[in-house]
């Protein structure tokens, strides 16, 4: 029996099994319904089916032979069609077989009445396919019903299987050959700008690509350079090179007066002040040597320093100028030499020095002026180190004197160094210029001069005797002298100069004689000794003290300067306090007689010329008192010593209580009438003249 059979008996089936006589459901409530029992008892009361043509089947409900529809088949004599398998397909009705499928189409079910094609990305490559197959990558299908796929371009790619195409490589990527699975990317020095790129081009000079994958090569940045192809990275510029522009070649060497220690740069740096190269392509510029100098930047040489000027230091801008003091006579000066003693440069620069000028020195090195010589020296030549003392004789008064000046006549000078020569002191002259000493007049004693600076032995005034005793040699004498004659002898005086008092020993003040300048006398004695002395008070000096000389009676007829009086000798008659003096064309001037000092400050003699101011006396107990006026009679009556005409001019007598001496005949020295009335007179405390006392002030 056939399935379609069965089918038809189903229902029929399904109804005997609800009555009893066929289960007994008393006794099947635990049991299981006997199909098959049951399917056999039925087929045992239905009559046999018809034979069938393939491509048909029996449908026993029809009891008929039916077609089989599309997507089926049938053998003859079949109950059923059968669904055309996987691969296959049955476009038409009543067929005994299935098509299979053609290559690029597939059928994945039963009873398939028609094939599907391919879809684009796979591919069917024989018949009777029950599906597709992806394209592998590396290839593609772009339509329906491919029976295989096409391999991906050179330039494109896929990695996935069923593609629909393939995918362009994208900029930076390749690929060289047909059917890759995916893209490489451009090795660094390389760059593909576009999609789909086969091949990678290579970077040109002047530029790289650093990464892989690039889309295009960058430009060597300034200070950088790529001479080849393909270039993954530019080389930097090396020290003493630049590129100041992008994608270079190669590097540019530095300019003479440029240098550039760094690599990778762009520019190069122009030698600062005080450097320099001369070269191309310096990596560092030279420092300027000592004695040389660069003012500006991009020096290819550096400047020696002019004369004048020095540097001691490397790298120098400029030169410094020498200081004064100190001199560089040659260009390219590493340092100034400081003048040497004897010369001197008072500005900056100074190529030489300069020598001291004459009447100027310099003993120091380095000077910046040379000093003039001090009053007193002198430098006769130029470049002196050292200014000269005068010579003793000669003098300066005034700085810088190339020469000293003699001293002249009436001076002199004994010192060296001397800013001034020194004038011949009263009692002494000088007939010569030059002189380191004044020569003393024949007499310290009882010579002088009646003014200082005296120029000739002439100008020596004093007393002069000249004796000569029973015809032998003449001696002259200039002072008071004790004349040895032993005997009977006869004298032959002259007073050359001064009056003279010739005295016995025994009684010199009682017995003597007056010998007047110019006079000769020739004497006679039986004596042993007989004393010569001149007359100095008011004959070569003056008292000042008797009215300023008005006694004075000596034979001086010039005036201090030397010129002749016009009338006679100097005098003071008027008792002038200008002294002894007298007229010189009319004209009053002085006559330079000096000042006594014996008869003044000493008593000499008998003191009867003492005209000094002595007015006290000792009397008996030690007591002073004051001496009575000559010119008064209290407290004691006096008459015979009054101040007469003739007791002035003699003994010096006078209104006045001065000690004096009017009455030599009985008293020995000065005395005077005592202002007590117990004591009449007495003897006045005066200093006796001796050799202490000079004669006169000089």
Known sequence: MSAVHLLCLLPLLLSLSQTNSIIDRDTADNSQLNWGNLLDAVLDTLPDPPACDAGTFYNATSTQCEDCPGGTYSAANASSCTPCDPGSFNPDTKQAACQPCPAGSYSNNNGSLSCMDCAPGSFAKRNGSTECTLCRAGSYAAVNGSISCKLCNKGTVTNKTGSVECDKCTPGHYSNKRGGVECAECSAGSFAAKQGAATCKPCSPGHFAAANASVSCEKCAPGHYANTSGSVMCDACAAGSYADQAASLTCTPC??????????????????????????????????????????????????????????????????????????????????????????????????????????????????????????????????????????GSYTSSTGSAECTMCPAGSSQSKPGQVACEVCEKGSYQDQTGASSCTQCRDSRTYTTYTTGATSKQDCVGPLLSYIINKEDPVEVTDTSNITLAGYKSVLVNSVSGDWALRLPESPYTEYHIVKQGDAVLYTLSEDHLIVQPLIPNYFCYKDSEFHGRYFSGYQSHDIQGRRCDDGFCRNLKGDPMGPHCEVGGVKSPCGIPKCVWDVECSAGDGTGYRGGVNTVTISGGSTVSCQGWNK??????????????????????????????????????????????????????????????????
């Open 255 to 392: 300019a003479p007066g440029t240098s550039q220690p760094n690599v990778g740069s762009v520019s190069c740096t122009a030698c600062p002040a005080g450097q320099y190269t001369p070269d191309n392509g310096s990596v560092v510029c030279d420092m300027c040597s000592p004695g040389t100098f660069s003012p500006t930047n991009g020096s290819v040489a550096c400047t020696s320093c002019q004369p004048g000027y020095f540097t001691p230091n490397n790298g120098s801008v400029v030169c410094d100028a020498c200081s004064p003091g100190n001199h560089a006579t040659e260009s390219g000066s590493v340092s100034c030499s400081p003048c040497s003693a004897g010369s001197f440069s008072s500005q900056p620069a100074a190529v030489n020095c300069t020598m001291c000028a004459a009447g100027s020195a310099q003993a120091d090195t380095g000077a910046v002026e040379c000093t003039a010589c001090s009053p007193g020296s002198h430098a006769g030549d130029t470049g002196a180190v050292n200014c000269d003392k005068c010579d003793p």
């Open 633 to 698: 009679d209290f407290p004691h009556l006096h008459p015979e010593y009054h101040p007469t005409q003739h007791n002035r001019a003699v003994y010096g007598l006078g209104n006045h209580n001065q000690c004096r001496n009017p009455d030599p005949g009985n008293i020995g020295s000065p005395w005077c009438y005592t202002s007590s009335y117990w004591v009449r007179w007495a003897l006045c405390d005066v200093k006796m003249c001796d050799d202490s006392f000079p004669y006169f002030e000089h």
